[in-house]
């Protein structure tokens, strides 16, 4: 059981490019979430999806932010030009469809935009 | 809007003190809290999950017990190790819903 997996663990971009971090949930788990944590600050929620179905995107940015979770293969959060203030660790979880299992966090992706 | 807090924020105890780590939440309609690790630059480790029907989970020198009523969680260390040194977060969830989580605290113990 190798766990939620994500990559890329490190990932640099230039101010205007795309970021695109992917997360594999752990076997069995079909539910996705994406946190983000911001330099000396908490984590905090921002999507919640399902195969193919996004659940609640409360704490998503109005724009450039986007995720998805295909019915074949990982779940990506596409971020579209990004700015400076972009630059965090971006968290992936997943939980089994089985309420009150708790979650099981990735290693997270940090992104840096210079 | 739920809110949680942990207290205190920082703490660096000798190693072989017993520690507790508080956590209180404003709203009490929870499913379940969960007690997680963060160690620099890392991801999370799931330490404790107690359901909103228990009182307490043990695993270990750890204990997290929960007070719903009231709106607080404590995080029990027993006989601390250099190696619990590490950033500690509650987080609550009201089903199988997104969690909250609280500021964290960060503890580190010296040999």
């Known amino acids: ?114 | 809007k739920q809110e949680v807090t942990q207290i205190p924020a920082a703490l660096s105890v000798p190693e072989g003190e017993n520690l507790v780590l508080n956590c209180s939440f404003t709203d009490s309609a929870i499913y379940n809290l969960q007690w997680f690790r963060q160690d620099p630059g890392k991801g999370l480790t799931s330490l404790l999950l107690i359901q909103s029907s228990q009182r307490e989970q043990t695993s270990g020198r750890l204990n997290a017990s929960l007070d719903k009523s009231s709106g607080r969680s404590t995080l029990y260390i027993a006989a601390s190790q250099p190696g619990d040194s590490a950033t500690y977060l509650c987080a609550v969830s009201h089903n199988t819903d997104k969690l909250i989580f609280g500021t964290g605290t960060r503890l580190q113990v010296f040999p």
Request: proline letters at 7%; hydrophobic letters at 30%.
């Open chain 1, 1 to 114: 059981n190798a766990g939620v997996m994500q990559n890329p663990r490190h990932l640099v971009r230039r101010r205007g490019q795309e970021a695109r971090l992917r997360c594999s949930p752990m076997k069995g788990h079909s539910h996705v979430y994406w946190y983000r944590q911001l330099p000396e600050e908490g984590l905090k929620f921002m999507v919640y999806l399902q195969k193919e179905n996004i659940i609640d995107e409360s704490g998503m940015p109005k724009e450039r932010f986007s995720a998805e979770f295909p019915k074949e293969g990982p779940s990506i959060l596409r971020i579209q030009q990004v700015v400076r203030g972009d630059s965090a660790a971006y968290f992936c979880a997943s939980s089994p469809p089985i309420v009150g299992y708790g979650y099981t966090f990735g290693s997270g992706t940090r992104l840096t935009v210079v």
